[in-house]
């Protein structure tokens, strides 16, 4: 109640704040993990050339290339590594190849729906979860759109494109997280509330336009 009754500006830098802090934690329990496969010599990479890279045969987070990315796609292959890699090897290539996926886009949305499902059930049974599942699903197929339509803001100064990217994936990428944390469902809904649900309406506008108009796509 505290949290809708501030501004909106607040409540965006809020929502940046406080899921940047809860990423840490993460981090930290990841790196700790980490230490301990390396400890116990199972961490150990033969083909290393560096003194690095010889002890990352497990990575369990890239942190600064999550953080520093502008690109949904790499965020999430950089977030919880080996399962995003299981998930990816084990669930959406069983259902669709990668052939199939440039072939068939209709297929290569259903492995997604498939492969963020099994993720989510994976996770547990909190309402919350599937919230930030869905919102997840519809940034990475408006990201896949956003690609494929990269010519169209070829006038934009590309470093300028690319802070405007990371900009924008960042700040739907921690509104979807913060159901994550939630967990409960009228949690949720009054966090999206707060917000007017203006960030939900945004993402399924923009789902939606694309689906529709095929800008960009050609």
Known sequence: ??????????????????MQLCRVRYYTGWQLASANVTAVGLNYNSEGKTWTEKYQKIVPVRPWDFESSDNLKDKLERWNCSVQSWLKNYVYLRICSVEQAKKNP?????????????????????????????????????NKFMFKARGKFA????????????????VFMNYAATFFILLDFKQGIKFSQALYHI????????????????????
Request: net charge positive; proline share 4%; with cysteine.
């Open 106 to 142: 209709k297929k290569a949305t259903f492995a997604s729906n498939i492969t963020f499902l099994t993720s989510a059930v994976w996770h547990g049974l909190y309402p919350g979860y599937y919230m930030a599942f869905l919102q997840l699903f519809l940034q990475q197929q408006i």
């Open 199 to 218: 960030p939900f309406f945004i993402q399924l506008g923009v789902f939606i336009f694309f689906n529709v108009t095929g800008w960009g796509q050609g």
């Open 1 to 18: 109640d505290e949290y809708a009754s501030r501004t909106m500006l607040f409540k965006i830098f809020y929502c940046l704040a406080s």
């Open 155 to 170: 006038f934009v100064p590309g470093p300028l494109r690319a802070f405007f990217a990371w900009v924008l994936t960042t």
